[in-house]
């Protein structure tokens, strides 16, 4: 009897602990929720109004009604595309080494131990090895758009390559070992079974990795310096800004309307950034089905 009821004592216990921490999770989940929604909610109720053809086809202006974010947006297109370029197929590749071929040695311990301390560098200290490096000792002193797209390369690199080789960790070892079976060549099962499986992961790392690519405006504003620009970039060596920062220009003016137009241009920002992560998606999907068959 006594059993019985000791027993029914812990079970109670259980189901209300249970529902205590199952309410707690909620509840810190619907902060962030609603924190997120009363923000979005709160720049598209401002700046709603100010996106349109003019504004998204005009160039930076001292007056509120002729301002239009063409060059920012240009250039955020000319970085985020040069970075894609550089950075995928670094970051693979070093995943793939380090996961594939890689003896485990002490420096090759030695060099995933770095690369994720590099992660978590300040973005700042990006731009400011960047300006040492690229713009003043490779560029001479150009403030190009290539620099800009080296410098980002380098801060997301780490997110890459760590996504990357937790992507090929995952596969599972008896595909490798029945593709080595039927007596496939250590690059052929990297590139026939190990890439194909990993796929969808290393793209939502390489969606996360651009993503960060979009946002971030310290170490482009050390590369860049450029704010107020009034011609489209044409080339990776041309001068350029970006959305993130135009945003913070317009929203540092005293003027009540810059601001709003300071929340046009985040929601321009948004907009790209959900376009750019439904490609990835889509792609990720579409590689996932194919590993899948």
Not at 31 to 50: E, K
Not at 77 to 98: D, E, F, H, R, S
Not at 120 to 139: D, E, K, N
Not at 264 to 288: C, D, E, F, P
Request: net charge positive.
């Amino acid at each position: 009897m006594n059993h019985k009821i000791n027993r029914n004592r812990n079970t109670n216990y259980r189901t209300i602990r249970d529902n205590f921490f199952y309410s707690l999770f909620v509840f810190c989940t619907m902060i962030g929720v609603i924190g997120l929604a009363i923000l979005l909610i709160d720049v598209f109720l401002d700046g709603y109004s100010w996106v349109n053809l003019d504004f998204l086809t005009n160039y930076a202006s001292r007056f509120p009604g002729q301002s239009g974010i063409l060059a920012p947006l240009m250039g955020t297109l000319w970085v985020v595309g040069l970075t894609a370029i550089m950075v995928i197929p670094v970051g693979l590749g070093t995943a793939i080494y380090l996961e594939e071929f890689a003896a485990d040695n002490i420096f090759n311990r030695l060099l995933n131990l770095n690369i994720s301390n590099l992660a978590g560098v300040p973005s700042v200290i990006y731009g400011l090895l960047g300006l040492a490096i690229f713009v003043q000792l490779m560029l001479d002193g150009q403030r190009a758009i290539i620099a800009g797209s080296l410098t980002m390369t380098l801060l997301v690199l780490p997110i890459v390559i760590i996504a990357s080789q937790e992507a090929i960790r995952a596969v599972p070892s008896g595909y490798r070992d029945a593709a080595f079976a039927m007596g496939a060549t250590r690059w052929q099962v990297v590139k026939t079974v190990v890439i194909p499986q990993a796929m969808p992961s290393v793209m939502s790392g390489i969606i996360l990795a651009l993503s960060r690519a979009v946002g971030e405006s310290a170490p482009i504003l050390v590369i860049s310096a450029l704010i107020f620009l009034t011609y489209i970039p044409t080339s990776p060596l041309d001068r350029f800004t970006v959305l993130p920062l135009q945003i913070f220009s317009w929203a540092s003016q005293p003027q009540h309307e810059f601001r709003s137009i300071a929340s046009a241009g985040i929601i321009v920002l948004l907009i790209v950034l959900l376009s750019m992560n439904s490609i990835a998606i889509y792609i990720r999907s579409k590689t996932q089905s194919r590993s899948e068959q």
